[in-house]
């Protein structure tokens, strides 16, 4: 997988967020499963982006909210756990690939909001100018979405070379065994999704849905 490759996806997908074309490729499920294709390893790629998913169900882009990129992190968590191929599907190296996906959230999320400041810086520039307003808000707003794609294109390729060096430099030293790292992410991956039952109607509407999951999840541990 060459690195412009992996550039044009990112950049994709950070347009994909709130630019165009908004078909749903920036969220964390599909990011990780393209990202996964690319580098020969699909199931690495949608079981780190189904994590990362759960973990951003609860996040709502309205208005002029903060919210982090997270489709673009996930391409850099993905490319960067594929960057590390004898660990595959390896706990461990999974669960240290979420922490830096969701760390990585922070970085693309502070670069929204210093695209938001730079549009405004150009949109001030663009009403001083004169003759064809119709040219001007073309140009500006594809001058805004070509920054946007850099934007995205440049986290995702930073941080998958960032987090495979902090991946690989980590997983000769975790200490910790795959069935306990496998109960961690099980145990939080069901704290975040219970804490979102009021965000998606609450007990009262959720009820059957909860109900019927902690039933078939007892029904597997039973089987095992």
């Known amino acids: 997988m060459s690195i412009w490759g992996l550039a044009a996806l990112g950049g994709l997908v950070g347009l994909d967020a709130t630019a165009f074309p908004q078909v749903m490729i920036s969220r964390p499920l599909i990011a990780?499963?393209?990202?996964?294709?690319?580098?020969?390893?699909?199931?690495?790629?949608?079981?780190?982006?189904?994590?990362?998913?759960?973990?951003?169900?609860?996040?709502?882009?309205?208005?002029?909210?903060?919210?982090?990129?997270?489709?673009?992190a996930t391409v850099a968590a993905v490319a960067a756990y594929a960057g590390v191929p004898q660990h595959a599907l390896d706990p461990g190296v999974l669960l240290l690939a979420v922490i830096f996906g969701l760390a990585w959230e922070s970085v693309t999320?502070?670069?929204?909001?210093?695209?938001?400041?730079?549009?405004?810086?150009?949109?001030?520039?663009?009403?001083?100018?004169?003759?064809?307003p119709g040219r001007s808000l073309e140009r500006l707003h594809l001058t805004s979405m070509l920054i946007d794609f850099v934007r995205a294109a440049a986290l995702a390729v930073g941080g998958a070379l960032l987090g495979s060096l902090l991946l690989k430099f980590a997983a000769g030293r975790w200490l910790f065994g795959s069935e306990v790292v496998a109960a961690a992410l099980?145990?939080?991956?069901?704290?975040?999704?219970?804490?979102?039952?009021?965000?998606?109607?609450?007990?009262?509407?959720?009820?059957?849905?909860?109900?019927l999951g902690i039933a078939c999840g007892t029904l597997l541990l039973l089987l095992r």
Do not use: C, K
């Open 109 to 132: 999320g502070t670069s929204t909001v210093w695209l938001r400041r730079l549009n405004e810086r150009l949109v001030l520039a663009t009403q001083r100018w004169h003759g064809q």
């Open 186 to 211: 099980a145990v939080t991956a069901a704290a975040v999704m219970g804490a979102l039952i009021s965000v998606l109607g609450g007990w009262r509407e959720r009820r059957r849905a909860l109900l």
């Open 32 to 72: 990780g499963t393209l990202t996964g294709l690319l580098f020969g390893a699909p199931a690495e790629g949608a079981m780190l982006g189904a994590i990362l998913e759960i973990f951003d169900l609860g996040i709502l882009p309205v208005g002029a909210a903060r919210y982090p990129d997270s489709g673009t």
